[in-house]
T-cell receptor, first 118, second 109 residues
Framework: GAVVSQHPSRVICKSGTSVKIECRSLDFQATTMFWYRQFPKQSLMLMATSNEGSKATYEQGVEKDKFLINHASLTLSTLTVTSAHPEDSSFYIC??????????????FGPGTRLTVL | TQLLEQSPQFLSIQEGENLTVYCNSSSVFSSLQWYRQEPGEGPVLLVTVVTGGEVKKLKRLTFQFGDARKDSSLHITAAQPGDTGLYLCAGAYGNKLVFGAGTILRVKS
């Protein structure tokens, strides 16, 4: 149980284009999903928290118009990197949590998406 | 801002050796999780500790939560090459997880 998938696993795009990353909870309903960014050999940096049916809450320093998050259903959240630039290249990871399934703030992570902007 | 200091940052040891990773904070956490992550993959939850002073064992891994719920440790006995990876501690604070900087462990055979 508690499986989270991400799609795509890797994406390469040209500078100026937009990229959409999907995060799905496969066997549970995720009332809350989180989006993280991770640089090589570093820890996870929380970008935003999204609750189903409401606007995402962004961490300080994260541009909400740059990183659009939609959590339209209890099993799907999307992150769209708009007008991507090379500095947006990173490993993006989502996580999901369901209060009914996981206790104590446990989050279940997707496998990540490697974004490379040329 | 809640900070979770994790040490050491890097650890390279021989197979069979023991090691301990520490996470310390000035903040009290309602719970603390330990994750292991391999390159190109997402973190995988190893354990959650909740009660101050709690000790949990997972085969050769022993996790401890400090009495005041501000610190935690991960001890690996007789490390194996398969233990190689990035170990992350994460403290639950409100709705979020606060992550430590991570410990890159390399176990050489």
């Amino acid at each position: 149980g508690a499986v989270v998938s991400q799609h795509p696993s890797r994406v390469i795009c040209k500078s100026g284009t937009s990229v959409k990353i999907e995060c799905r909870s496969l066997d549970f309903q995720a009332t809350t999903m989180f989006w993280y960014r991770q640089f090589p050999k570093q820890s996870l940096m929380l970008m935003a928290t999204s609750n189903e049916g409401s606007k995402a809450t962004y961490e300080q320093g994260v541009e909400k118009d740059k990183f659009l998050i939609n959590h339209a259903s209890l099993t799907l959240s999307t992150l769209t990197v708009t007008s991507a630039h090379p500095e947006d290249s990173s490993f993006y990871i989502c996580s999901a949590r369901d209060w009914g399934l996981a206790d104590y703030n446990e989050q279940f992570f997707g496998p990540g998406t490697r974004l490379t902007v040329l | 801002t809640q900070l979770l200091e994790q040490s050491p940052q890097f650890l390279s040891i021989q197979e069979g050796e023991n090691l301990t990773v520490y996470c310390n904070s000035s903040s009290v956490f309602s719970s603390l999780q330990w994750y292991r992550q391999e390159p190109g993959e997402g973190p995988v939850l190893l354990v959650t500790v909740v009660t101050g002073g709690e000790v949990k064992k997972l085969k050769r891994l022993t996790f401890q939560f400090g009495d005041a719920r501000k610190d935690s440790s991960l001890h690996i006995t007789a490390a194996q090459p398969g233990d190689t990876g990035l170990y992350l501690c994460a403290g639950a604070y409100g709705n979020k997880l606060v992550f430590g900087a991570g410990t890159i462990l390399r176990v050489k055979s």
